[in-house]
């Protein structure tokens, strides 16, 4: 029982940073608040076709961005450290505008992947009357 209430609490750990519901709008708002606190211009965000996993389902979003290379570069990090988990996938950048300007000013992609807790038999098996009463 002693390692079961260790894998359960591994488990409650792990399912703190992944939610069982996610709020496109609101992590879309996160994601255009980061942007706007480095003053990078948000082209598009759009979220594309869940993906399910056996435990998980990939909630992908793809954004595009525009600013100078620091903006872009701290947006994409910030965004990775975010304490909700999101993964920073297929990122892609080119230069545009003038190359005779004071910074060089890029536009970039990525897939912005987020992740939504299904739950396991892990879940049923702690949740049961005898699991919570148990002392050990």
Not at 3 to 26: C, F, G, M, P, W
Not at 48 to 71: L, T
Not at 107 to 127: C, K, M, P, W
């Amino acid at each position: 029982r002693l390692s079961i209430r260790q894998l359960t609490t591994q488990l409650d750990s792990t399912k703190a940073i992944l939610s069982v519901d996610l709020d496109i709008a609101n992590f879309i708002k996160m994601v255009t608040l980061e942007a706007k606190k480095l003053r990078l211009t948000v082209k598009a965000i759009k979220p594309s076709a869940q993906r399910k996993k056996e435990y998980y389902i990939e909630v992908p979003f793809n954004v595009e961005v525009k600013g100078a290379f620091v903006q872009v570069m701290l947006f994409f990090d910030r965004i990775a450290k975010l304490q909700h988990v999101v993964k920073v996938g297929d990122f892609n950048v080119k230069p545009s505008g003038s190359v005779y300007t004071k910074y060089v000013e890029l536009e970039g992609s990525a897939q912005l992947i987020s992740y939504r807790y299904l739950g396991t038999h892990a879940d049923e098996v702690v949740n049961k009357p005898e699991m919570k009463d148990s002392s050990i």
